[in-house]
């Protein structure tokens, strides 16, 4: 069973135009999201999946290996499942879905994404979790909340606060979805021909097209966070942690 990584990397931004290139630190984004990604064990191989000449000339530059997709692909899974595709993957390979925003990405959380199926063969898609410790991350709708049940797979994904309690002063546990994926090939490409779910379109989340139609998506809680960068203010925010020597 190979195990692939996929980065997805699109140019167009709404928020941060060429965001796969803006320098973090002296060196591009998507560099160091792949060098990372790179360190996980157990990998057979590493690929960025992009549409753009742009990002497919910085990917050779320094040396990472690269595909050019269909510009028509509706959404990062869509890319992942079009780069799986052209590298020939067999049914029961894994392909793991790396977003190319991720800088300080830990290997070791990777690592543990494709646990699952390697202990269960009927798993088909798997995600990460992490306890949320930053308050403000529990409100900003950036950040996509996830509930699960005891079985650890996931009930829910939403930008508003999952649970909510209904009495004042409630302490509880709330879980920050981490946009990494897992899924069989064969999964993926179920997935890819689903169509578009309500959920899905009012969050503008596509994990949650997985609920709808009644698959589930096993959720693995990591200690490991992997901010994300959106907005050009979260530039000088993941600067400052790789300064403090977590990236």
Known sequence: MKIVVVIPARYGSTRL?????VHISGEP???RVYERVHQAKNISKVVVATDDQRILDAVREFGGEVLMTAPENRCG???VADAAQQLGLAPTDIVVNVQGDQP????RCIEELIMPFLDDPSVSMATLAFKILDERERTDPKDVKVTFDNHGNALYFSRAPIPWARDAGESYDMYKHLGVYAYTQKFLEVFRHLPEGA???IE???QLRVLEYGYN???VVTEYDSPEVDLPEDISRIETLIASGLG
């Open 17 to 21: 135009d060429g965001k796969p290139l």
């Open 29 to 31: 984004m998507i560099k």
């Open 77 to 79: 899974t869509d890319r």
């Open 104 to 107: 300080l990405i830990d290997p």
């Open 199 to 201: 959920l899905e379109r």
């Open 204 to 206: 503008k989340l596509e």
């Open 217 to 219: 998506i096993k959720t």
